[in-house]
């Protein structure tokens, strides 16, 4: 069962730049910065689940000056749950595919990959703990802007695999959100 969603995702971030290559890929806008600031569920891929929220932001510059193409920047993301809050911190890679546009309104897919330092600390029963990880996120963004200023995101497939002091695990996580692109 845990194959299929995997094998969904691989088949998605490996038939992008085909869905893409049909859609309008002309850099058109002048506008190379994002910030994107969301919310989400995380969840971790375990035999005892554990829920997460996750809230924060990220940016990046599109190496071409445009809207499409490489983009490279950092994040900023807190995750939390009653007695747990911790944040990511770390570089973000993606590579934005314009598959659609309309009058004003554009539509971009892209595949991420971000990864960085992990901190988290844990004040239960009296316990207080810190724990310190590297993480590795892997997943898609899809992206809609109107008038090449603000718009919504959403990765609604992504993953992350955390190796720190405590072991490691895996987690899914989905985002949404506002973009600015400026």
Known sequence: MTKLPAALVSFGLAGAPAIAAAGPND???????????GVGPSVSLSRFPVAFGRAGLDFQYHFFGGDVGPALGGQFYMHFRPATFGFNVGPIFLWDFRVAEAGNFKLYLAPLVAMGYAFTTYNDSGVHANGHAFFADFGGQLKGVWNDRIGFFVRPVNFSVWAGNGGASGYWTMLLGLTLSF
């Not at 850099?27 to 600031?37: D, Y």
């Open 27 to 37: 850099n058109s806008s002048a506008r190379p910065w994002t910030l994107n600031v």
